[in-house]
């Protein structure tokens, strides 16, 4: 299994898009990340966690599963980064790979000695951009593609048929 493990308000502070977004409406910056990698996760079939700091505010740890995504908020004076490295601790096994999408470069190190790999946060934002560009491309292709009788005919027949279907 697969799994990918998300630093969320470090790829909102990396992803361009996201980080206007977020000096406009933080929660709505936060949903669209959980959108866009609610689309990774159903394109790849991947696990995929998404942790964000709430080392701040004062509670405890809150999770829950958003369009197929698991959503982790920390509970009050632990960081994402803490809890990552925690969870990679916990998953890691032979069966299962590990993704961390971060920036943070002294987080890709602590993870990368855990057994997991790294991906940094422009990397995923260019493989979530392939993948929607593969997606939009499926579907134009769906829509663009002429059905196909099962019976054989040669052009006139069918510009012939075609003149009938229209009423000429």
């Known amino acids: 299994m697969d799994i990918l493990l998300v630093d969320g308000y470090n ?5 361009d898009e996201l980080k206007k977004l977020k000096d406009i409406d933080f929660a709505q910056a936060r949903d669209l990340l959980i959108d866009k990698l609610a ?4 394109y790849k079939g991947w696990r995929v966690i998404i942790v964000f700091d709430a080392h701040l505010v004062p509670g405890i740890e809150i999770k829950h599963i958003q369009s197929r ?3 982790i908020y920390t509970r ?3 960081t ?8 990679v601790k916990e998953l890691n ?7 961390v999408a971060t920036s943070d470069y002294t987080e890709q190190w602590t993870i990368f000695s855990q057994g997991a790999l790294r991906v940094s946060s422009r ?8 993948i929607e560009k593969q997606i939009n491309d499926d579907i134009t292709r769906r829509h663009t593609r002429k059905t196909r009788t099962k019976i054989p005919m040669n052009e006139e027949i069918t510009r012939l048929f075609e003149k009938w279907r229209r009423g000429f």
């Open 80 to 87: 994402a980064d803490e809890r990552i490295e925690k969870m």
């Open 93 to 99: 096994n032979v069966k299962t790979r590990i993704y």
């Open 123 to 130: 990397e995923l934002l260019n493989e979530i951009n392939k």
């Open 39 to 42: 689309e990774y996760q159903a």
């Open 76 to 78: 009050e004076n632990e």
């Open 11 to 15: 790829v909102i502070g990396a992803w």
């Open 69 to 71: 995504v698991e959503v």
